[in-house]
């Protein structure tokens, strides 16, 4: 049945925005979703700017990012036991109390152990609004096939985000004050975090409520102790290390050439890579099935990310930097569109929270090992992160692709029993 409905002509993204409902948690929703990519790079300019060290400064980013990786999870537990309401505001709060203390902290010249245990809570209650949005539509379309467009289109919004929130950020750190960077970030939270919380009549089912809708569920499972989360969370990880190689290496490619400006246009050409093919990924009616078209697409990534340590020029790195970023948003999207048919909805939220826990554990571990690589041996050896990252991901995904079976909830009429029956589709 499945493979009749990858066939079909997508609804293309018109119709997914007239979905009753959406635009009332989308633009709150896109506000809010904002200081996740504004928080990274505002502490690194606000710390750099009051130690003067671009090593302390990451280490604090770093911190935080581990922390948002870590919690990020148990935030989308507690959403599904508990409703997205009840987590979202007062994450909101302390998130917002936390970041001003980071801020006020910097400001005052604190030792560092002091910023570094401002920044646990800081990237701890950092809200999961992406994955939010997304089981909100998992709510609302699930088993349609608008799943695999709202899907592509959160990808191009989370694409988006990164474009806009870090030069966002680095504009008001550079130009009004360095710490304008993180008070906007904790504005925007506070602000957009409220409205989004507001929006209570497209908040998914939780609880008991929506354990009652899966035949033979089990209410507060957690979605980690399915083996196909698990498998999608190691090659998320190696998207991570993507992510936060870029990041670092292409700075430190800039500054070994004399052309710090190059840096940005750079990550640009990535960036845009990345949203196009999201684009394209929410027009295109597949005839292959996820599973095949995710390791295929992964396949992609890893011999792209393979090549980056070997260019030497801008002109070669920005062609694959496109290259890859062109790769990552199939492997993005694939990889959300089959976790929303292995889990049932009492945890979709807690899943997509790992998926996004994992990129951020990814990044983070990326920026501190690409950044002693390029410190010790150059740029170009920043570059293997990324490399080393996405292989291994991709042999793990390839040895335990088996996991990633779909299901699909059945009913025996007979007995009246409610259970799932596995449905593999290549």
Same mark, same amino acid.
């Given at each position: 049945?499945?493979?009749?409905?990858?066939?079909?002509?997508?609804?293309? +993204? $018109?119709?997914?925005?007239?979905?009753?409902?959406?635009?009332?948690?989308?633009?709150?929703?896109?506000?809010?979703?904002?200081?996740?990519?504004?928080?990274?790079?505002?502490?690194?300019?606000?710390?750099?700017?009051?130690?003067?060290? +671009?090593?302390?400064?990451?280490?604090?980013?770093?911190?935080?990012?581990?922390?948002?990786?870590?919690?990020?999870?148990?935030?989308?537990?507690?959403?599904?036991?508990?409703?997205?309401?009840?987590?979202?505001?007062?994450?909101?709060?302390?998130?917002?109390?936390?970041?001003?203390?980071?801020?006020?902290?910097?400001?005052?010249?604190?030792?560092?152990?002091?910023?570094?245990?401002?920044?646990?809570?800081?990237?701890?209650?950092?809200?999961?609004?992406?994955?939010?949005?997304?089981?909100?539509?998992?709510?609302?379309?699930?088993?349609?096939?608008?799943?695999?467009?709202?899907?592509?289109?959160?990808?191009?919004?989370?694409?988006?985000? #990164?474009?806009?929130?870090?030069?966002?950020?680095?504009?008001?750190?550079? $130009?009004?004050?360095?710490?304008?960077?993180?008070?906007?970030?904790?504005?925007?939270?506070?602000?957009?975090?409220?409205? #989004?919380?507001?929006?209570?009549?497209?908040?998914?089912?939780?609880?008991?409520?929506?354990?009652?809708?899966?035949?033979?569920?089990?209410?507060?499972?957690?979605?980690?102790?399915?083996?196909?989360?698990?498998?999608?969370?190691?090659?998320?990880?190696?998207?991570?290390?993507?992510?936060?190689?870029?990041?670092?290496?292409?700075?430190?490619?800039?500054?070994?050439?004399? *052309?710090?400006?190059? *840096?940005?246009?750079?990550?640009?050409? #990535?960036?845009?890579? *990345?949203?196009?093919?999201?684009?394209?990924?929410?027009?295109?009616?597949?005839?292959?099935?996820?599973?095949?078209?995710?390791?295929? $697409?992964?396949?992609?990534?890893?011999?792209?990310?393979?090549?980056?340590?070997?260019?030497?020029?801008?002109?070669?790195?920005?062609?694959?930097?496109?290259?890859?970023?062109?790769?990552?948003?199939?492997?993005?999207?694939?990889?959300?569109?089959?976790?929303?048919?292995?889990?049932?909805?009492?945890?979709?939220?807690?899943?997509?929270?790992?998926?996004?826990?994992?990129?951020?554990?990814?990044?983070?571990?990326?920026?501190?090992?690409? $950044?002693?690589?390029?410190?010790?041996?150059?740029?170009?050896?920043?570059?293997?992160?990324?490399?080393?990252?996405?292989?291994?991901?991709?042999?793990?995904?390839?040895?335990?692709?088996?996991?990633?079976?779909?299901?699909?909830?059945?009913?025996?009429?007979?007995?009246?029993?409610?259970?799932?029956?596995?449905?593999?589709?290549?």
């Amino acid at each position: 049945m499945a493979s009749t409905v990858v066939s079909e002509k997508r609804p293309g +993204y $018109g119709r997914l925005l007239r979905t009753p409902g959406a635009l009332s948690f989308l633009l709150p929703g896109f506000a809010a979703r904002q200081p996740f990519a504004m928080l990274t790079i505002g502490i690194v300019l606000l710390v750099q700017h009051t130690t003067g060290s +671009y090593g302390s400064a990451g280490a604090v980013a770093a911190v935080t990012g581990v922390s948002m990786a870590l919690f990020a999870p148990q935030s989308g537990k507690l959403a599904d036991r508990f409703g997205q309401r009840a987590v979202l505001i007062p994450g909101v709060l302390v998130h917002t109390a936390s970041v001003s203390l980071l801020v006020a902290l910097a400001l005052a010249g604190a030792p560092i152990w002091a910023l570094f245990l401002a920044a646990v809570p800081a990237g701890a209650s950092v809200p999961q609004v992406g994955p939010m949005v997304r089981a909100r539509w998992a709510a609302k379309l699930d088993g349609t096939p608008l799943m695999p467009t709202a899907a592509a289109f959160e990808s191009v919004t989370d694409e988006f985000t #990164f474009v806009v929130g870090p030069v966002l950020a680095t504009a008001l750190c550079t $130009g009004v004050h360095p710490a304008a960077g993180l008070i906007a970030e904790a504005a925007l939270t506070l602000v957009g975090g409220l409205f #989004f919380a507001a929006q209570r009549s497209t908040q998914p089912a939780f609880g008991l409520t929506a354990a009652a809708g899966q035949p033979g569920a089990q209410p507060h499972r957690s979605a980690l102790s399915i083996p196909g989360v698990r498998v999608l969370a190691i090659a998320f990880l190696g998207i991570g290390s993507v992510f936060g190689g870029m990041q670092v290496s292409l700075t430190a490619f800039s500054e070994e050439i004399g *052309n710090p400006g190059a *840096n940005g246009l750079l990550y640009g050409i #990535f960036a845009a890579g *990345n949203m196009l093919a999201g684009i394209a990924m929410g027009a295109v009616a597949w005839k292959i099935g996820p599973r095949r078209r995710l390791t295929l $697409g992964y396949a992609g990534l890893t011999v792209a990310a393979s090549l980056l340590w070997s260019a030497h020029s801008v002109l070669l790195l920005g062609a694959l930097g496109l290259v890859v970023g062109l790769c990552i948003a199939p492997a993005l999207i694939t990889g959300y569109t089959i976790v929303e048919t292995l889990v049932p909805a009492s945890a979709r939220t807690e899943a997509f929270t790992w998926l996004t826990g994992a990129v951020a554990l990814g990044q983070a571990a990326a920026v501190t090992v690409a $950044g002693r690589l390029a410190d010790a041996h150059g740029a170009s050896t920043g570059f293997l992160v990324p490399m080393a990252g996405t292989l291994l991901a991709l042999v793990t995904l390839l040895a335990l692709r088996s996991r990633l079976q779909q299901h699909i909830p059945s009913r025996v009429a007979a007995r009246g029993i409610g259970h799932r029956v596995p449905v593999t589709v290549d």
